[in-house]
């Protein structure tokens, strides 16, 4: 079945509806994040993405959006959707990445019954079902070549036939499509026909990565853990380790990655949210301690390992500090100062760093 349906909303859940809206709202004040439609972001790069949809919202024509994984190409797609006149009537979106080659056309087109192995009865597809609304096609540069003729047609004169089928059938879809490739590459390596790339591409759009999106990573990360504590009640927040890590791993999974990491760490933390740099997590392995011994695993970041040797030394000494101060060749206020700077570390920033 399509993943939009319209059908009338029971009381109850348009409470909750309202309660998830409101708790989006509050996150989003919290983090001082721009948004626009299902996106979020204040980066000059998102600003004109967002300019780019404001005017071909507003027509029909046909978009291609571009991007890496992650970067949340349906919820452009969505954007476009509930900022056109289209926005009362149906959003179906298709990964046809992840649908067989031999049920593809089917699947979009319909069936008729008995026009192959089990096909016990006939089916409306995934453009009838959409039918003054609008498709989205994610991952569009998977499907074969052969089956790309018939959505060639379907986008030109807007009608088609079903699998099995006589009768021509009309709909009216506005169809916007997605790819994690270069189209042009797409066309040379992995089949795209020239002629559909450009039908599709009628306004190219480009998501982009979150590596170029200026001060996006830590608001949006913000946002996220924002939304969690309105919806848990809790008030945690990131510590100065993590806000670190926000800034400078380039988060190659883009907004997925991010907000499955705010998540994760939302999980594990008590208080302050920690986020392990992903590079430096294996590497970051705890000291190991064998009676007066402790090893370091190799590729530990220096001011990590200098931590573990301070608490390891300390934890030795019973807690002594002076006698841990003396094996470590420092003054007592110096070794005050960095236990001090862990503790902060530890309890993330105070309310007026949020």
Same mark, same amino acid.
């Given at each position: 079945m399509p993943e939009s349906t319209d059908v009338e909303t029971p009381a109850a859940a348009r409470d909750d509806d309202a309660a998830a809206r409101f708790a989006k709202n509050l996150a989003r004040d919290a983090a001082g994040l721009e948004s626009y439609g299902m996106l979020y972001g204040s980066s000059p790069s998102m600003l004109e993405l967002y300019e780019q949809i404001e005017r071909v919202a507003s027509t029909d024509a046909t978009v291609l959006v571009v991007g890496e994984s992650g970067t949340g190409k349906e919820l452009v797609a969505r954007t476009i959707h509930d900022r056109s006149s289209r926005k009362n009537s149906p959003f179906v979106a298709v990964n046809c990445g992840a649908i067989p080659d031999s049920l593809i056309e089917a699947e979009l087109f319909g069936h008729e019954r008995g026009s192959f192995t089990g096909a016990v009865q006939g089916r409306a597809g995934y453009f009838e079902h959409a039918n003054g609304g609008t498709l989205f096609l994610d991952e569009v540069t998977e499907m074969m070549p052969v089956r790309q003729v018939k959505l060639l047609r379907a986008l030109e004169t807007g009608t088609f036939y079903r699998v099995g089928g006589t009768e021509l059938q009309r709909t009216d879809v506005r169809v916007i499509a997605a790819t994690n490739r270069d189209p042009l590459v797409a066309v040379k390596e992995n089949g795209l026909r020239e002629d559909l790339m450009y039908r599709l591409a009628v306004f190219p759009l480009r998501a982009p990565p979150l590596r170029e999106r200026e001060g996006d990573r830590e608001l949006l990360a913000q946002h996220f853990l924002a939304e969690l504590n309105a919806q848990e009640g809790t008030n945690k927040a990131f510590s100065k380790r993590a806000k670190e890590t926000l800034r400078t791993y380039s988060w190659p999974g883009n907004v997925r990655e991010l907000k499955n990491s705010v998540y994760r760490a939302f999980i594990l933390a008590e208080k302050a949210v920690e986020i392990e740099h992903p590079r430096l997590a294996a590497r970051s392995k705890k000291? #190991?301690?064998?009676?007066?011994?402790?090893?370091?695993? #190799? &590729?530990?970041?220096?001011?990590?390992?200098?931590?573990?040797?301070?608490? &390891?030394?300390?934890?030795?000494? &019973?807690?002594?500090?002076r006698r841990a101060a003396k094996a470590l060749g420092v003054s007592l206020k110096t070794l005050y100062n960095r236990l001090g700077a862990y503790e902060d570390e530890d309890d993330g920033p105070s309310s007026s760093d949020t």
């Open positions: 000291a #190991v301690t064998q009676g007066d011994a402790m090893s370091i695993w #190799v &590729g530990t970041p220096l001011a990590e390992a200098q931590r573990q040797i301070i608490l &390891g030394t300390l934890k030795h000494c &019973g807690g002594d500090k």
